[in-house]
């Protein structure tokens, strides 16, 4: 998936200008795209063959579209640049949308445990025929392909909320993936199995869920860096001629945008324009190691 992934970046040209921001679009549009055509195509056949499966599982895909509009949506205000009221940019909204994703994605586990506790207790016959088999089958390729597509650009810009639409493309994969296995146990006489592993999976996904939620939240209160970035930074700086040592780092999240802060010791006899210039000298460092970031260097006097 990483070398398809690489090829629509190339071919989309998705890394010039905004990268962050065509991640971000591309995501949300071709999910919104490939999502309507599997609508159209499972409640067109889903009619014609009169499979109550079928629509079912057209509706439900009909519910990632406003996932990925919501991405959409997101990195569309995270992209406003800096203003009167909001000094940092707007970086951090596509985090909030992250929450509301992951928010639905909970739902759809909650959804899926409801629905698998009553195949398990009253389980229910399902027919099938080839062409619908073979529009499910389908649908989870499409699926497992937005998943990875997904998860890809998510990994590559550090995307919350494309991490989270990833997953809610795999809860539908999923959900087409058991209507399959009830086709099959019903053939052979095995009513509950697909009740069972609905509910294993309907707790992996409100694990997943949750764990997004927690892990935005941190961000947005204002989680500490982790060890190992303080470590690079306080290395970087302490790599700059004249630096004695460095301390009291910290990093601000803004989304695209991040601020570092970082105390630097010099000689006492340092001559103000020299340590002008050694301050000015880490700030470049730092920011060539971290991409779009604001460094703010204080420069303490060396401890005797």
């Known amino acids: 998936m990483e070398k398809i992934t690489n090829w629509l970046i190339s071919?989309?040209?998705?890394?010039?200008?905004?990268?962050?921001?065509?991640?971000?679009?591309?995501?949300?549009?071709?999910?919104?795209?490939?999502?309507?055509?599997?609508?159209?195509?499972?409640?067109?056949?889903?009619?014609?063959?009169?499979?109550?499966a079928l629509l079912a599982d057209a509706f439900h895909t009909l519910s990632d579209v406003f996932t990925s509009f919501l991405v959409v949506v997101g990195f569309k205000i995270s992209a406003k640049p800096p203003d009167e009221h909001h000094?940092?940019?707007h970086g951090r909204v596509e985090r909030i949308f992250a929450l509301l994703i992951a928010f639905l994605l909970i739902g759809a586990g909650l959804e899926f445990f409801?629905?698998?506790?009553?195949?398990?207790?009253?389980?229910q016959p399902v027919f099938s025929n080839f062409w619908v088999i073979s529009i499910l089958l389908f649908s989870i390729l499409v699926k497992e392909f937005l998943t990875g597509v997904s998860q890809k650009l998510g990994e590559k810009i550090n995307s919350p909320s494309l991490q989270a639409d990833a997953w809610h493309h795999r809860t539908d994969s999923i959900a087409t993936a058991l209507v399959l296995i009830g086709f099959i146990f019903y053939r052979f006489g095995f009513f509950r199995l697909d009740g069972f592993f609905g509910i294993g999976i309907s707790g992996l996904i409100i694990y997943t869920g949750i764990k997004i939620i927690v892990e935005t939240s941190n961000i947005l209160v204002g989680f500490a860096p982790s060890p190992a970035l303080v470590s690079r930074i306080k290395e970087i700086a302490q790599g700059v001629e004249g630096v004695k040592d460095a301390h009291e780092i910290q990093v601000h999240d803004y989304g695209k945008?991040?601020?570092?802060?970082?105390h630097i010791s010099l000689k006492n006899d340092t001559h103000l324009d020299v340590a002008h210039r050694t301050g000015e000298e880490v700030?470049?460092?730092?920011?060539?190691?971290?991409?779009?970031?604001?460094?703010?260097?204080?420069?303490?006097?060396?401890?005797?």
């Open 11 to 52: 071919l989309f040209r998705l890394d010039t200008k905004d990268r962050v921001k065509n991640y971000g679009y591309f995501e949300g549009l071709l999910s919104i795209i490939l999502n309507l055509l599997l609508f159209f195509i499972k409640l067109i056949l889903g009619k014609l063959f009169n499979s109550i």
């Open 87 to 89: 000094p940092f940019g």
């Open 114 to 123: 409801l629905n698998s506790l009553k195949r398990l207790v009253a389980p």
């Open 257 to 262: 945008r991040r601020i570092v802060t970082i």
């Open 283 to 304: 700030a470049e460092a730092i920011k060539s190691e971290m991409g779009e970031t604001e460094v703010i260097v204080h420069l303490d006097p060396e401890k005797k």
